[in-house]
């Protein structure tokens, strides 16, 4: 299994960001993914899970509205578009197999300043 997130880096509040997730040695298609993000000094926490057919997709409540998951089966990538950054989404995201992220990617940095 691999995962290999791309995507991050820095950006300013009310910025917006396209993380990708290229994911290999499973059936992606028949997956349930989720993103993850770690803060400086936090716990790795769950923020977004998204269906296999992608007919279901559920958002932590701080990036409802804001955040949105997507997926293309035909190529094995997992997208999340990241809209009307705040400081506080700075963190290190994470793609995941499943919710708590035991299997999951190295993750790529997201910084969100002035």
């Known amino acids: 299994v691999q995962l290999v997130e791309s995507g991050g880096g820095l950006v300013q509040p009310g910025g917006s960001l396209r993380l990708s997730c290229t994911a290999s040695?499973?059936?992606?298609?028949?997956?349930?993914m989720a993103w993850l993000r770690q803060a400086p000094g936090e716990e790795l926490e769950w923020i977004i899970g998204i269906a296999s057919d992608s007919r279901e997709t559920h958002y932590m409540p701080a990036v409802r509205g804001r955040f949105t998951a997507s997926r293309d089966n035909a190529n094995n990538i997992l997208y999340l578009q990241m809209d009307s950054l705040k400081s506080e989404d700075t963190a290190t995201y994470y793609c995941?197999?499943?919710?708590?992220?035991?299997?999951r990617g190295q993750g790529t940095q997201v910084t969100v300043s002035s």
């Open positions: 040695g499973f059936s992606f298609r028949d997956s349930y």
């Open positions: 995941a197999r499943d919710s708590r992220g035991r299997v």
